[in-house]
């Protein structure tokens, strides 16, 4: 079973659009939680943390649920610019970065 | 503002060559990681160093293997590259086992 586990899409929204991203882990001793982004033929950036608390960071709200080992990013007010790949990141206990194989999303004009 | 940096960007291999790949960086950060991606695969990890003198296997450490030169520097060697072995490589760093990891601009590497 993978460590981390993401719908590869792709996801086609029209500008404007909400989207939702979502991910589970194996492992519940996981310590850490991120979202990152990368463009393609980039790096992976980071896009944000995510606490237990639920964060957000102006169109994007991230959500963890401890519970039941699952993440959400959700994205409001789609820009073609968002248009990349979005990729689900648990770190576990021994200090290791565990990645989905990530999403994929165009934002359409 | 350097961050990670990874040479060289690209580089073509003959089966059987071997190369180095060298990665810095200057953020002071205790733990390296290197990193190979495939399409459809996802990234996964070849070796990690959690600290100065310390490194470890990942998921897919065969073929390769590292040097931890210093706190800065974090090397990795294909001693006898195969096709097999073309691939994306991404270096990162870590402060803690808590923070983020910061990715070097990331090595194409292609294997003939």
């Known amino acids: 079973r993978k460590e981390v586990e993401q719908d590869p899409g792709p996801f086609n929204v029209p500008e404007g659009a909400t989207v939702a991203f979502n991910c589970t882990y194996s492992?519940?001793?996981?310590?850490?939680f991120f979202w990152y982004r990368q463009d393609c033929r980039k790096e992976p950036k980071l896009l944000m943390s995510?606490?237990?608390s639920g964060n957000e960071d102006g169109r994007f709200t991230a959500q963890l649920n401890r519970a039941s080992q699952y993440i959400s990013l959700l994205i409001r007010d789609s820009k073609l610019s968002d248009s990349a790949t979005y990729l689900c990141?648990?770190?576990?206990?021994?200090?290791?970065?565990?990645f989905g194989t990530g999403t994929s999303l165009t934002v359409i004009p | 503002n350097a961050g990670v940096t990874q040479t060289p960007k690209f580089q073509v291999l003959k089966t059987g060559q071997s190369m180095t790949l060298q990665c810095a960086q200057d953020?002071?950060?205790?733990?390296m990681y290197w990193y190979r991606q495939d399409p459809g695969m996802g990234l996964r990890l070849i070796y990690y160093?959690?600290?100065?003198?310390?490194?470890d296997k990942g998921e897919v450490p065969n073929g390769y293997n590292v040097s931890r030169l210093n706190k800065r520097e974090f090397s990795l060697r294909l001693e006898s590259a195969a096709p097999s072995q073309t691939s994306v490589y991404f270096c990162?760093?870590?402060?803690?086992?808590?923070?983020?990891?910061?990715f070097g601009q990331g090595t194409r590497l292609t294997v003939v």
């Open positions: 953020m002071n950060h205790n733990s």
């Open positions: 995510v606490y237990s």
């Open positions: 990141v648990v770190k576990g206990s021994g200090n290791q970065f565990y």
């Open positions: 160093s959690a600290s100065e003198g310390t490194t």
């Open positions: 990162a760093s870590s402060e803690s086992k808590y923070t983020e990891a910061f």
């Open positions: 492992n519940s001793a996981s310590q850490s």
